[in-house]
């Protein structure tokens, strides 16, 4: 029996099977007559799947003959003791003859990795939440031909044996590639459902990674003859992550353009290697060294840190909350430049600096005060490996590995940026071993970290291809991810975007955390003070020091709510930026946005002409936000008092709902709104300025 052909067997038109069972009598053995357009990839596909349900089958021994194109020849030679009975001859017919617009048959099976058992498991454990479920949408802007669309679709899944694989129904998970799957393209008419409201069910619907195709087209919009100049497709990508993960969904995208672009038809066979090259790849590693690097003495070795903030700190359940939050920042081409620069003089990269941004705010949402490990997960892609071809291997390979480090306040933030950048370097050589393998090698360690760092690099999208579409009038955004429901309650994302920008995207799960903007902004805040705080001798504690506003751990779980839900509704600090000229000169109030740096509000602060005095309300992200800004202007409110609520543009609202409680206290309040943060201060200032001079 064959054991390693691909999966891929054309099927365009009938083929007759002539089955002649021999006789044991007479000491003939069993023939097969085939007739019609049959190739041998079919034959050994057909003989593969017999080999797989029938292992009994492998007594007998098949040589195929081709007469010519329309006229072949299976015979069979048995070991002794065979009988003709034993061969599921029939079976094999069926299979042969199997109509293109049938369902599909096995044609091999590969072990599952045990990253992708991990996966299977954690989602069998969570059935009807879309857990493991991924998704990414773009725009499709220009002509719309379906059928080719469909086309290419079904051309990459002909091409690719991932996107024709599922899990099997036995105890111990077995992949199996089918022969053929068709994609489920759904289409929806513009208005169908709210976009939100959409892509929520489309991720609770799931994917049943126990039938084959793990990947899911819905299309929102459009026509068959749909022009130019009609609003933008949406296109939705929905995957598994026990048979997918980003970088692959990417990498079928790019194959469905060049489809695309080719009619609807991808040129050449199947790719390889495949999963199954790297499922054989991964069973001859020695796991000997990985066992000894994750489970090293060291007390802040990856797996044997001691109960540590960001773990343990991130838990909880409300039984009231249902679903993902998902919320994205992003930092300007010109901030992005500007931290990659600084990552660089300290010896780091952008991913270097985001673990250790992330650490801090572990650190300070677990309260801690003194020395103390911070433990969490970050991705590493499971294609730095010795395999020829994985960078272009569609997969289940990004891994999350388990991560600590010790935080140490009085350690300047140089050491933190150094140890995090060695250890990435030293876990590279192990990133194709799973979380749970490393957990099995630690019997002693704490339970898994509750929360992900991960920093996505994207295969880009080839000028040809770029350029072919556009001249068919078609301009496609990269996809965005909207988050994805995993086994972690908190997932921070990080790629850089089209522009060039660094985009933040978290993700949480509403019901095992209260709310997650505030770790979002204030990551930012970090991302973006950083480059100007931190000098050869800054410490971890003056670092620290640019977090003092954050709520330690009231976000955190059902055991924090009632707390979560008080530090709402109490008045939130108020910073005074600069005093009044002279008295009775007003108050102008600066809504702070999420995550704009201190630093900002100081330059403002110190290029505003006056005479007012300049304060700024602190966010508060959850319940009566104007009420408690409100309260927390104090007398500045009463007897008359002149103020003016600024904020920038999408604070309207809130600055409006402030101004009427001052208005009803007796106030003379006024309402201004800016331009994006992402204007200079000094420009800020002066149209502030001019604001006051206004009749």
Known sequence: MTSSHPARIPQDEPTAVV??????????????????????????????????HCPGAAAWRPVFQSHHPGHHTLRFTADAGARPGDFPLGRLADLLTHPSTGGSFCARRTAATPLQRELLADADAHPGTGRQVGQLAWNWDGPFDEERFTA?????????????????????????VHDRVAPEVVRLPQG????????????????????????RITVMGGGPAM???????????????????????????????RAYLAGGRLPGGERR????????????????????????????RPGTAAAAPGSAALTGTDPHATGNGCFRLRLTPDETARLAVWAAAWGATESTVLQAVWALLLYRLGGAESVAPVRFSTTVSGRGILLDGVERLPGALCNPVPLSVVIDPGAPVSALLAELRDRAVDTAGYEWVSAGQIRSWTNDAPAPPDSLLAFETRPPVPDDVTSGLAALGIHVEPPEPLGSHTAFSLVMAAHHDSAGGLALTVSYDRARLLDATEVLAYGALLLRELPDRVREFTTVAEALGLLSGMNSGVRTGLANHRSARAAAAAPPSLGVLRPPDRPGAGTVALLQAPGTPGSFYARLAQAY????????????????????????????????????????????????????????????????????????????ARTLAATRRAP
């Open 273 to 300: 290697p495949d999963m199954g090259d790297y499922a054989r790849w991964l069973a001859d590693q020695d796991t000997g060294p990985a066992r000894d690097f994750w489970s090293g003495g060291a007390p802040d």
């Open 192 to 215: 169908t459902a709210h976009w939100n409201a959409l892509i929520e069910r489309d991720r609770r619907r799931g994917l049943d990674p126990r039938r084959p195709g793990p990947l």
């Open 19 to 52: 089955v002649d069972l021999g006789s044991a009598a007479h000491g003939t053995l069993p023939v097969l007559d085939l007739r019609g357009p049959l190739d041998t990839a079919r034959v050994e596909a057909a003989l593969d799947s017999i080999a797989v």
């Open 227 to 257: 022009f130019a100049t009609a609003p933008p497709i949406r296109v939705v990508l929905t995957h598994h992550h026990a048979l997918l993960d980003n970088w692959s969904v990417r990498l079928l995208l790019r194959e469905f353009y």
């Open 152 to 176: 290419a679709w079904q051309s990459v899944f002909d091409c690719e044996s991932v996107l024709r694989s599922a899990f099997d129904g036995g105890s111990e998970p077995v992949v199996v």
């Open 609 to 684: 002409p006056g005479p007012e005095e300049l304060v700024l309300l602190h966010a508060v992200p959850d319940g009566d936000g104007a009420r408690a800004r409100y309260s927390a202007l104090g007398p500045r409110i009463g007897d008359g008092g002149h103020v003016t609520l600024a904020g920038f543009t999408g604070d309207g609202a809130a600055a409006y709902e402030i101004a009427r409680l001052v208005a009803a206290h007796g106030g003379r309040p006024r309402v201004v709104v800016l331009p994006a943060a992402a204007t200079g201060a000094a420009a800020l």
